[in-house]
């Protein structure tokens, strides 16, 4: 090849040389924030599916975890593994005519399950709607709602959230078998094996996945430091996160958290299998519909109304 | 076989010797590139939150590009099957650079997947076990993967045989390469299909969950990749020595204007169906076109794709203004352009407006995600130059030429 | 000091126990087991404290020198005061009268449908375990017996919009 410059109306100097140095340049320049990035870690990228790990290798992984997250959060994190109990099947129940929209569920279940404040994630939503007006079209609702007391007048509540379906589609849609239903019917993602292609999210049809967008940020006095592997621990940017009926209390025997916070006892929990638990009795004797049940998706959320609300 | 090889090498060596328009226009997409990069390692270090994208809208610009590339990779098969099974000999020359489109396609495909992820370093779960944990038969992505791999594998050895018997001197083997074709053409409009499945089988998403949307996409992409192929082999018939008839572009422009008018019928009995019947689920489509609750981002750009497309379907239907250069090209950047809107934001975005819980977030793309897409596009223009750099010398003859010169002189 | 520490503990737990009156009524069908109410006020009780040296006056009127912070707004059309109390004891319309520490037994007269669901757990706040000890509420733990409407209260923040999340 000619050694000639060749010369061009831009006017630098352009040849082979000379471009290839400034392409060279160029990828290193872009190279250097990528170093900046988290420390990457060979076990982290190794570990495997949370179904594919033995007792052993889980608790491994959890130490590892542990010390991570606690590192982290100044603060010493457990996380739990504990199984599903048999014969148990949880429920859930809403009851539309007490609730009043005050949304204590919502920041209970942000503190419990140490969901990230900035950027804000909220695994329930509490939708207003209009006396009269239509309610099945959610085009209808009205998610930000602020007046200054609540419940206003003319208009009713409708708190929701994952809806925990027992033919959930955003399991058949997730490539990589991150998200699953466990046998007591709780829907959980293993965040470690999670790619973030978020086509679970358009699988929903009840909005009730959240994205990480960036790296989740909690007051660290606000950490709740008792946590499930598949619930409430420290998770990080670009995986799915949703509600799990509060894995680590309700494996635990406990009430979930929203359960408890709200004011008018307008939430009810326990365990389908059992004949005698209030959820069943609600399902038997009341008037329960869920939502979009159009879609087979077989949700265990039920709503349903005991009576005028006061 | 030794002859190939050494004709191939012959090739690359010389790949990055050129002009200075070609010099110019690599310094070009590799500063697109750079740029981009530069853009990619701040969202690897930030997270999605650079892009718009939030859980209202949680696919955007990415997947928008994703899907518009998965049509353009499959019209390549639109010049196969006239080609090898017609023998349409004007064709016939061309379908070798009509597989490099389909190929460099797949591979922007591949990289709007990578961008898009949350943990791209996790990629390797999509894989069966034991790497990963492929979901397969039930996710449709797990389908998307296979099929995607699969004709990018198909069209590579396509093109590496086509290439190899040209570098000695002959003609393909039909017995040989009979079998791949036969595969190919139903894979090809296998992957629209199976793209088009994706977000057909989300029952979630009333706009997406209608049986049309699979004819749709296949003839959304039977338009707009022969579109760009027009332009590309007129490029090429300028910058280098391939010769290409006219027969064969105004076989394809014909092609297109069949194509672009089931398309419109297509979207025509969509806006049929929501706007008499009135139900609900016409929420998205009136979005578009008409904007909803006062929200319209949207609307001047929806109908700047359907007049767009109307146009070009003019200009390809009638023989006079499909064969003149001029008006074939404006239709061409015309469909490209119309297609483009239509199949991304007309089709990505309203799937999520209103989203599951009747909320409006209109999504518009940020700088950085325009910039990661200019790269990755940018990546595609470079591939497809190097590769077309490489096989046109192959092609013409030119090559296998001088070494038998080469060697009638040592003789 | 070993003893200190027992005391102590005892102590504790006498004074916790006072907070909350954990009552065991295994007496009537199906009534809940583990009750919370509320710590009672201690001034007005009990009523023979005062009353013991007053007048019965049964006629209905708008209390002025005593009890005026009591408003009624609980069918005040139909009843005042002397309706539901009567000397150290509530009393039902059937003129029985019961102790206040199962006042749900008055409020069932009127709110059968009420008491039914609250007895199975599905009217009213319930904590504790689904499995093992649920805690249940007194009628008047969240009701003013006197004006049972709940007030309305300040909601907590809306969500953020997609749009300002950054």
């Not at chain 1, 709607?129 to 609702?141: P, V």
Request: charged share 20%; hydrophobic share 45%; aromatic share 12%.
């Amino acid at each position: 090849m000619s050694k000639k410059i060749r010369s061009n109306p831009i006017g630098i100097k352009l040849n082979r040389r000379t471009f290839l140095k400034g392409a060279a340049a160029g990828l290193a320049a872009a190279a250097l924030p990528i170093q900046a990035a988290e420390a990457f870690s060979w076990e982290t990228f190794l570990q495997k599916h949370f179904k594919e790990m033995t007792d052993e290798e889980i608790k491994r992984v959890i130490e590892r975890l542990e010390k991570e997250a606690s590192l982290e959060w100044r603060k010493e994190i457990h996380i739990s593994a504990a199984k599903a109990k048999p014969g148990v099947k949880f429920g859930y129940g809403l009851d539309l005519s007490r609730c009043i929209g005050c949304r204590k569920c919502v920041s209970a279940c942000v503190r419990e399950n140490n969901q990230s404040r900035t950027p804000q994630v909220h695994w329930i939503s509490v939708l207003r709607f209009k006396k009269g007006e239509k309610w099945i079209d959610l085009e209808n609702s009205e998610k930000y709602y602020n007046p200054k007391l609540v419940p206003e007048e003319g208009h009713f509540y409708m708190p929701v959230q994952c809806q925990q379906c027992e033919n959930p589609p955003c399991v058949k849609a997730c490539p990589t078998q991150a998200t699953w239903k466990e046998p007591d019917g709780i829907v959980v993602i293993d965040y470690n094996w999670c790619i973030g292609c978020r086509y679970c999210m358009a699988a929903c049809p009840y909005g009730a996945r959240q994205f990480n967008w960036a790296k989740p940020n909690i007051p660290q006095n606000e950490v709740n430091p008792e946590t499930h592997y598949l619930g409430n621990r420290p998770r990080d940017k670009g995986v799915v996160e949703k509600c799990t009926f509060c894995i680590q209390r309700t494996r635990a025997g406990k009430y979930p958290a929203c359960v408890e916070a709200c004011p008018v006892g307008a939430r009810k929990f326990g365990n389908l299998l059992d004949p005698k638990s209030e959820i069943r009795y609600l399902i038997e004797n009341k008037r329960v519909f869920r939502l979009k049940e159009d879609l087979n998706t077989e949700p265990k959320f039920y709503y349903f109304f005991t009576g005028w609300q006061v | 076989m030794v002859d190939a090889i050494k004709v191939f090498l012959k090739s690359l060596i010389r790949l990055p010797k050129g002009g200075m328009v070609f010099y110019a226009w690599v310094a070009f997409l590799l500063v697109l590139i750079g740029f981009g990069l530069s853009v990619y390692a701040k969202q690897l270090d930030r997270g999605l939150i650079i892009t718009a994208m939030r859980n209202q809208v949680s696919w955007g610009f990415y997947i928008a590009n994703f899907t518009f590339l998965v049509g353009v990779a499959a019209a390549a098969v639109l010049l196969v099957i006239p080609a090898y099974l017609y023998q349409f000999k004007p064709i016939k020359e061309i379908v070798l650079f009509g597989e490099m489109i389909a190929i460099t396609a797949v591979t922007m495909c591949i990289l709007f997947i990578m961008v898009d992820l949350g943990q791209p370093l996790r990629i390797l779960h999509i894989l069966p076990k034991p790497i990963g944990m492929m979901n397969f038969p039930a996710s449709l992505l797990a389908w998307d993967v296979i099929v995607l791999s699969g004709y990018l594998l198909i069209n590579s050895l396509l093109v590496l045989y086509t290439l190899y018997r040209l570098s000695v001197g002959k003609e393909y083997k039909l017995s040989l390469v009979l079998p791949l074709i036969l595969l190919s053409i139903p894979w090809a409009i296998s992957i629209h299909t199976v793209t088009a499945f994706l977000y057909n089988g989300l029952s979630a998403r009333p706009f997406w969950n209608a049986s049309i949307l699979a004819p749709r996409f296949l003839a959304s992409a039977f338009c707009s990749g022969p579109a760009l192929m027009l332009i590309i082999l007129q490029l090429m018939r300028k910058f280098s020595k391939v010769e290409i008839d006219n027969k064969a572009i105004f076989k394809i422009s014909e092609l297109i204007a069949y194509t672009m008018g089931i398309n419109l019928f297509l979207l025509g009995a969509e806006i049929f169906k929501e706007f008499y019947s009135g139900g609900i689920h016409k929420a998205p489509l009136e979005y578009l076109y008409f904007g909803l609750h006062g929200k319209n981002l949207l609307t001047p750009w929806m109908w700047a794709s359907l007049i767009a497309n109307i146009t070009a379907f003019i200009i390809f239907l009638i023989p006079k203004t499909r064969e003149n250069f001029v008006t074939l090209n404006i239709g061409a950047v015309l469909i490209f352009i119309g297609v483009y809107i239509e199949k991304g934001l007309g089709l990505i975005i309203p799937g999520f407006i209103p989203d599951s819980l009747g909320e409006i977030y209109e999504y518009w793309p940020t700088n950085t995600e325009s910039i990661i897409t200019i790269g990755i596009w940018a990546v595609g223009a470079l591939l497809y130059t190097l590769m077309v750099k490489f096989a046109i010398p192959i092609y013409t003859g030119e090559l296998m030429a001088e070494n038998r010169a080469a060697a009638q002189k040592a003789k | 000091m070993k003893i200190m520490g027992k005391l102590a503990v005892i102590f504790s737990v006498l004074f916790l126990g006072g907070m909350f009156f954990l009552h065991s009524s295994g007496a009537e069908e199906g009534v809940p087991k583990l009750i919370i109410t509320k710590p009672r006020t201690s001034e007005n009780y009990p009523c023979s404290k005062c009353h013991k040296y007053l007048s019965v006056n049964k006629t209905k009127r708008k209390l002025i020198t005593s009890h005026s912070n009591i408003t009624l707004k609980h069918a005040e059309e139909d009843r005042w005061c002397l309706d539901c109390h009567e000397g150290d004891k509530l009393k039902l319309p059937s003129g029985q009268l019961i102790d206040y520490d199962k006042p749900y037994i008055l409020c069932k007269q009127c709110h059968g449908t009420v008491y039914k669901d609250w007895k199975v757990g599905i009217h009213g706040r319930l904590t504790g375990m689904w499995d093992g000890e649920k805690v249940y509420r007194m009628c008047v733990t969240c009701h003013d017996p006197h004006q049972p409407r709940f007030k309305p209260l300040e909601p907590e923040q809306p969500p953020m919009k997609p749009s300002d999340i950054k």
